[in-house]
């Protein structure tokens, strides 16, 4: 056919066999995200459908070189050399349709100058037609179809192979943005992976000198010689020394939760958590004059959980809103079952949250201004230690706030199964 090309204005002009495949081809392509799966099929399918004995579809870098290879034939070499291939591009049939941007028949491969027979190729081809895959304006592939004998290949089929490759370019370039969303995920995730991996390590290779740092003031305390200013040093360093092991072990914690605590989930009764806990923050409560409401039901269902962790997220929360909440103010909790999830609220009486605060609660070393926490100490972990035992038992976490009112920070668990 030489140069001449047909370009179908809509797939109604194909035949309703050809329509039948079209539609196979593109559910095919459809079906998955994996792109040597993908296109293998829809080449084999093709092969098949066309008749031809073989194919192959190159896919290409901005220059016409090719990236990657796929082949299906009745007869192939065991290898086909990558400068065989890279010739057929650059002086071949494959490289017209390339530079042309379009598809073409070649009837007589005897009398085309276009076509580049692969070294040791046992299948002799006559015939061949070719379409390029476009995305954007820009060619990003060839697919072709080889017969043995000249004349097999019919202007239908042409209209055919091009709809194919315009359904392939898309499969093509969907499969790439996958992937590279993929490759960016896993090279995060193997950052993130890194950094906790440091920061674990920071965190441990610190306690050693904190120690040695709180033995010595340990033993200077009891010299007797200390004056009224010395003592208010060594006090100043006790606190700061507890400060750093509470932070270290806020470290260490999260870490160990994030590296996954499935080992520790079992039916658990979450009541029983709940109510040995609240043991576990009443004395700071009464002494800060705060009255402290308790409502658990006795017949919450069991829960997957891992106790201690649970009972670490309830203390936090109730721990914060007890911090937050003014002397003569209350704190209720709550603990019930809603459809198949047990929901636990912890309120508080406290001074509220601003709304556009609350998206960063739950991150990691995010800690409000000393405006909204009225200069409350923290290292803006504890909330991101419930957020990640939480997502470990596949539950939820969130909280309600209005500023002046209140918080209200709740937690839901599936039941146990």
């Excluded at 399918?45 to 901005?62: E, Q, R």
């Excluded at 896993?186 to 033995?215: C, G, R, T, W």
């Excluded at 979450?270 to 040995?276: K, T």
């Amino acid at each position: 056919m030489g140069d001449e090309n047909i370009n179908p204005s809509s797939e109604e002009q194909l035949s309703p066999s050809m329509g039948w495949l079209l539609y196979k081809i593109t559910r095919a392509l459809a079906s998955s995200l994996d792109l040597d799966n993908v296109l293998g099929r829809v080449l084999s399918l093709t092969v098949k459908v066309f008749d031809a004995s073989c194919g192959s579809i190159f896919l290409l870098d901005s220059r016409g070189r090719i990236i990657k290879s796929i082949l299906a034939r009745q007869d192939l070499p065991p290898e086909v050399k990558e400068q065989a291939l890279n010739a057929v591009m650059e002086k071949g049939f494959g490289g017209w349709v390339y530079r042309h941007a379009k598809a073409d028949i070649i009837q007589d491969t005897r009398r085309d100058s276009r076509w580049i027979a692969l070294p040791d190729d046992s299948l002799l081809t006559l015939s061949a037609v070719s379409a390029p895959l476009i995305r954007r304006g820009q060619v990003t592939g060839i697919i072709t179809l080889h017969h043995p004998k000249p004349d097999r290949f019919s202007k239908e089929q042409l209209d055919l192979i091009q709809a194919i490759a315009g359904e392939a370019a898309m499969a093509v370039e969907n499969a790439s943005l996958y992937k590279k969303v993929m490759d960016e995920h896993v090279m995060l995730k193997q950052l993130d992976e890194l950094k906790n991996e440091f920061v674990a390590h920071v965190a441990h290779d610190l306690k050693s000198p904190l120690s040695v740092i709180y033995s010595y003031a340990e033993l200077l305390q009891q010299f007797s010689g200390l004056n009224k200013e010395g003592k208010e040093f060594l006090r100043e360093i006790h606190t700061a020394v507890n400060r750093m092991r509470s932070l270290i072990g806020n470290v260490l914690d999260i870490n160990r939760i994030e590296m996954g605590i499935e080992s520790e989930l079992a039916p658990t009764d979450i009541a029983e958590v709940l109510n040995c806990s609240v043991g576990t923050v009443k004395g700071l409560a009464q002494e800060k004059g705060i009255s402290l409401n308790v409502s658990i039901s006795d017949k919450l269902p069991l829960v997957n959980g891992a106790p201690v962790r649970l009972g670490q997220v309830f203390v936090n929360l109730a721990d914060n809103a007890i911090k937050f909440t003014p002397s003569g103010g209350t704190v209720n909790i709550h603990a019930n079952q809603e459809g198949g999830r047990v929901v636990v609220h912890v309120s508080d009486s406290g001074p509220g949250i601003p709304e556009e605060s609350i998206p960063r609660l739950f991150q990691k070393f995010s800690r409000l201004s000393q405006t909204e926490t009225r200069n409350q100490e923290g290292h803006g972990l504890g909330l991101a230690i419930v957020k990640s035992i939480i997502d470990a038992h596949k539950g939820d976490v969130w909280v309600e706030s209005v500023p002046g009112k209140g918080s209200t920070f709740a937690f839901s668990l599936p039941l146990s199964v």
